[in-house]
């Protein structure tokens, strides 16, 4: 029986903000074959510290490096993928997580599949806090299920298109050996921000590319990321034209058609030969992927609060509009009765949802509140009823009281009073 290949994780690190849970994550994996690399880039202690503690406490071994000096993010990945002794290697970068069973399953899908240079899976973006965020189009669906795409075909797309849809270093793995050679050159001549994508192209030159349809990696995005630094944006046009060169410089076979790459199911099996390859419409799915995504709240947002100030503004009516609901109002047949039931968990929380309930362009009929509070707790309020929230062993909590009803309204809304409910 043969031995399991060696992985490598190598963890470029500098940021000890979010470093423990990206450690954690690395050493969490369920693939029993694995080394740990840590490259230290950051100023002071607090990385080194954290995997003494998380070392001790995990009960694996991690291989902790100190860079001399600064090698800045492109430097530190090169060192960190130089470090790596496994067939196969992974950069997790600092301030993201693996799921379990994420190397598992890359592993698998390179060993099924010799003519594949790299293995990539969905990513799910957070914010700072930890706050899922509404995908977008570097992180969208490119195939309907688990297959592998013919890598020179992809370069067609990439020439058309230099966006980033294959998954960041987090969510790739790739064979040790294809990383060490091609990274060294790519640094050397420049690439930073562009560094994954400009590596990729010349994997892809070598190879196919395997998608994995399970968010298998969570990418953090936040201000202080590598990618939002002035100097990387500012260099960013220069890298394009870098990697466009690149692709013009190609030889090769071209795809089947513009826009098209061939593509196969990536099996659970040994890879059948001869090979059969379809035909994918990658650039008009990711066409249509950006103009849905376009119409999406926070398909750009980076942050909670972000989605929810858009979503908010979404929700708010212009004055023109506002000025045709009485019009609109008018023509109905009948004017609905609506009744709005309100569970009471503190003052201040109540208070905003009153407020909000009393800005809405269309009045609730109604207001009523249950409260476990006294009644002399209560300010009075126009059109705002409290009842006794009833406790009843023999019933669910939050039934209504035995003194109301919802009779004789059209709708009737249950609401739990909450300091952030919209107007």
């Known amino acids: 029986m043969t031995s399991p290949a060696l992985v490598s994780i190598v963890i470029p690190a500098y940021n000890p903000r979010y470093f423990d849970a990206a450690l954690r994550t690395a050493l969490a994996q369920s693939y029993e074959a694995l080394e740990v690399v840590v490259c230290d880039d950051s100023e002071g202690d607090s990385i080194q510290h954290s995997v003494q503690a998380i070392e001790q406490q995990m ?19 090169r060192e960190a993928v130089a470090q790596a002794r496994g067939e196969y290697v992974k950069v997790l970068c600092d301030d993201d997580r693996l799921l379990p069973d994420c190397i598992v399953m890359q592993v698998k899908a390179m060993a099924l599949n010799p003519d594949v240079e790299l293995v990539t899976c969905q990513r799910q973006y957070c914010d700072a806090n930890d706050h899922l965020l509404p995908a977008r189009l570097s992180n969208c669906v490119i195939t309907p299920k688990g297959s592998v795409l013919m890598g020179v075909d992809i370069l067609s797309i990439i020439e058309r298109s230099p966006i980033n849809v294959y998954g960041g270093f987090s969510s790739t793995l790739m064979r040790t050996a294809q990383a060490q050679a091609l990274l060294p050159v790519l640094c050397d001549n420049g690439f930073g921000g562009l560094l994954d994508l400009a590596l990729y192209c010349c994997l892809f030159r070598r190879g196919q590319l395997a998608t994995i349809n399970h968010v298998l990696c969570f990418e953090r995005l936040h201000e202080g990321r590598f990618s939002e630094a002035a100097p990387v944006i500012a260099a960013r046009d220069d890298e394009v034209r870098w990697l466009d060169d690149m692709l013009r410089q190609r030889g ?6 513009d826009g098209w790459v061939r593509i196969r199911p990536l099996t ?14 990658m650039m008009r799915i990711l066409m249509a992927q950006q103009t849905h995504l376009l119409g999406r709240v926070g398909s750009f947002s980076s942050s909670f609060e972000e989605v929810l100030a858009q979503w908010l503004q979404c929700r708010t009516l212009t004055p023109a509009a506002k000025a045709l609901i009485p019009r609109r109002l008018a023509s109905w047949p009948r004017q609905p009765r609506l009744a709005v039931v309100l569970f009471d968990h503190g003052q201040y929380a109540l208070d905003v949802t009153l407020a909000s309930l009393a800005g809405q ?28 929230m009833q406790v009843d062993p023999w019933r669910r909590p939050g039934r209504w009281s035995r003194r109301w009803r919802p009779t004789g309204f059209t709708c009737c809304v249950t609401v739990t009073a909450c300091s952030t409910t919209p107007c």
Request: charged share 20%.
């Open 59 to 77: 009960g694996r071994p991690v291989r902790y490096l100190r860079n001399r000096t600064r090698l800045g993010f492109a430097g530190n990945v």
């Open 252 to 257: 090769g076979e071209q795809p089947p058609a």
């Open 268 to 281: 659970d099996g040994p890879l059948q030969v001869p090979i059969e390859w379809g035909e994918h419409a």
């Open 361 to 388: 362009s269309y009045q609730a009929s109604e207001v009523v509140v249950l409260s476990a509070r006294q009644q002399a707790d209560h300010r009075a309020i126009d059109g705002v009823r409290y009842l006794p």
